[in-house]
């Protein structure tokens, strides 16, 4: 009977043993189950450039659509979509190509005219990257990356589309275009100041609020009588003085030194009265002078109308196409390039088929408000000249 006891615990515990071994097994079986599963379902959230290598996916091919061009589009679209011309384009194609050329040539390659109509399109009709990038037929990191150069391309031509007339010649074609329009004698430019909304940076957000608590870059403009811009400075922030911007312009020390003689420019009332600057007199008392305010609103008009003809063409800069989305830097040059397409536009006669639309309250000029600056900066000589105007012309 003992040693059959003893034989009964012997077994007992050796079923015990088995069995915890058993227990142990199946747990460490499951511990590497469960790892395993979380392993696997962390490899399933990386990003996929970041899966391990057994992991593998079939690339998707590349869908390339169809290039933009001219072809087989009418004159009247061709000006409703991208403001210019056919000819108008040609030849601008055949300015810019140098800088644009690619220098290798595959069956992929974007050509510089599908570059140019792209940001033409931008630039008319205010709409972001994604949109013109999509109409081309292009992706939108391929826009953004040549946007840059076919402004640069454009801005080169500058001295050839936007230039204050310096022969004596030219000046007389200006001066007599201006008599004609309402008899205001010796006028080379009509100058004022436009507003063109932006995002600010958010460093500097104050220096870009202007009068009209909006935010904005202010760009100083001269133009002839027929709406020719032949001068433009364009990066002044929307806080700064029409005044001011003038003054510490090259045209303005070119006038300073004499080199356009006896010659005017017509500003409003936010300028200061300066012998090659006629603004109109606040209170005018005689027949003389009314004449002299007529004839100068309807000379000084002609650059507000330039103003809103220049947005309504490129509605990129007006306030319906919304604040430019770019570096300041970006947005000069986006300025700059519209001004001498605007330019190519007045010289080749192409008409503006749209509407000038009616400018919101808010992005009128109102220099009721810079009268009283202005007149601070009046000076002696230019009241004696405008004094001299009033009496011999009027």
């Not at 593998?56 to 991208?82: A, C, K, N, W």
């Not at 009068?211 to 806080?239: C, E, F, M, W």
Request: charged share 20%; proline share 5%.
């Amino acid at each position: 009977m003992g040693q059959t006891h003893l034989y009964l615990i012997r077994t007992h515990r050796s079923n015990s043993r088995a069995a915890k071994q058993q227990k142990g097994d199946m747990e460490v079986i499951l511990i590497q189950r469960t790892r395993k599963r979380r392993a696997q379902q962390q490899q399933q959230q990386l990003p996929q450039h970041q899966q391990g290598p057994q992991r593998h996916r079939r690339r998707q091919e590349r869908i390339f659509r169809p290039r933009t061009t001219l072809q087989g589009l009418r004159e009247h679209d061709i000006i409703q979509r991208y403001r210019l011309n056919w000819q108008a384009i040609q030849q601008l194609l055949r300015n810019i190509e140098p800088q644009l050329a690619p220098t290798l040539l595959t069956p992929r390659t974007i050509p510089t005219e599908t570059k140019l109509i792209a940001v033409l399109h931008i630039l008319a009709s205010g709409s972001f990257q994604t949109t013109g990038a999509l109409l081309a037929g292009i992706s939108q990191p391929s826009f953004s990356a040549f946007l840059p150069k076919v402004l640069d391309a454009i801005i080169g031509l500058t001295p050839r589309h936007i230039c204050f007339p310096k022969t004596l010649q030219k000046q007389q074609e200006t001066k007599q275009g201006f008599y004609l329009i309402s008899g205001f004698p010796h006028v080379l430019g009509a100058i004022d100041c436009t507003h063109v909304r932006l995002v600010p940076p958010a460093a500097t957000e104050h220096l870009y609020r202007n009068r009209k608590h909006t935010h904005s870059i202010n760009v100083h403009v001269i133009v002839d009588h027929q709406g020719l811009i032949t001068n433009i400075v364009a990066k002044y922030p929307g806080s700064v003085h029409d005044s001011f911007i003038f003054r510490h312009s090259t045209i303005n020390e070119h006038f300073q030194e004499g080199r356009y003689g006896n010659r005017l420019l017509a500003a409003d009332q936010g300028y200061g009265i300066q012998p090659w600057i006629m603004t109109p007199i606040g209170n005018p008392s005689t027949a003389a002078e009314r004449a002299y305010n007529d004839a100068h609103r309807s000379t000084h008009t002609i650059v507000k109308s330039t103003f809103s003809i220049l947005k309504s063409r490129f509605r990129c800069l007006n306030i319906t196409g919304g604040s430019l989305l770019y570096s300041l830097e970006m947005i000069c040059k986006i300025i700059l390039t519209c001004a001498i397409l605007h330019n190519i536009c007045i010289k080749r006669n192409i008409p503006l088929l749209e509407a000038e639309p009616h400018m919101p309250e808010e992005e009128e000029e109102d220099d009721g408000g810079l009268q009283h600056e202005g007149e601070q900066q009046n000076t002696a000589a230019g009241l004696r000249r405008r004094k001299h105007v009033v009496n011999n012309f009027f």
